[in-house]
């Protein structure tokens, strides 16, 4: 194991795709695989027994057999509350991303892109960002958007830049996206995002849109 590497494990049923998982995670700098299960009860099981050499975080799939992969995420929570758990699935539900969000899930990314967003999604979860795919964000902040919203800015004391950058947040961009838009730094996206966070007293992009729509 890599000294100071953070810990992952992966829960996905698709022996195929696990191991790709596993191959996948080899090659991402600053983390090591401490395990890969196929169900929630195994992986269950072996966390309860790693007790405090568990990982760090865990990339989860929905729809495992048996105990399903938000069920699992909500025990392992109990057990493990600073652990971080990603969702991994092919679906793109509305619902599904409340209920594993309620759970305590820290992300939702959908399987086809993990390809491309499984190392930045990482890395952003482990910053105690809320990554989520693009087209699950917009359809999760659409499900919140009200006409409108700008006004509530004044209410929460943001500047128009921070205005601008939660709006584009509530779009589902990505920091790159936004940064890109606004013709800044993506570091300048993040200070911008922490002053959100603080102004409106809460912790994940999830929870800034929600709060600052009104919801």
Not at 17 to 46: C, H, K
Not at 70 to 78: D, F, G, R, S
Not at 109 to 123: F, M, N, S
Not at 156 to 168: A, G, I
């Amino acid at each position: 194991m890599t000294e100071h590497a953070r810990k992952v494990a992966v829960v996905e049923d698709d022996s195929e795709l696990r191991r790709t998982l596993v191959e996948m995670l080899g090659t991402i700098p600053g983390w090591d695989v401490v395990g890969s299960y196929p169900n929630a009860e195994a992986a269950m099981a072996a966390m309860a027994a790693l007790q405090d050499a568990g990982p760090d975080l865990v990339l989860m799939d929905i729809q495992l057999p048996g105990i399903s992969g938000i069920e699992c995420t909500a025990e392992l929570k109990k057990a493990m509350p600073e652990l971080r758990i990603l969702m991994l699935t092919v679906y793109d539900h509305t619902q599904r991303v409340f209920d594993a969000l309620a759970a305590g899930a820290c992300g939702y990314l959908l399987k086809r892109d993990v390809p491309t967003r499984l190392a930045g999604a990482l890395e952003e979860a482990w910053e105690g960002a809320c990554p989520i795919s693009s087209s699950v964000a917009r359809k999760v902040f659409q499900h919140f958007v009200k006409p409108s919203p700008t006004a509530r800015g004044a209410e929460f004391d943001l500047t128009p830049r921070e205005q601008e950058t939660l709006d584009l947040l509530a779009k589902g961009k990505l920091y790159k996206e936004i940064a890109d838009e606004l013709d800044i730094g993506v570091e300048t996206v993040r200070y911008h995002l922490q002053n959100i966070y603080r102004k409106l007293q809460v912790r994940t992009r999830t929870e800034a849109v929600v709060k600052y729509f009104g919801q």
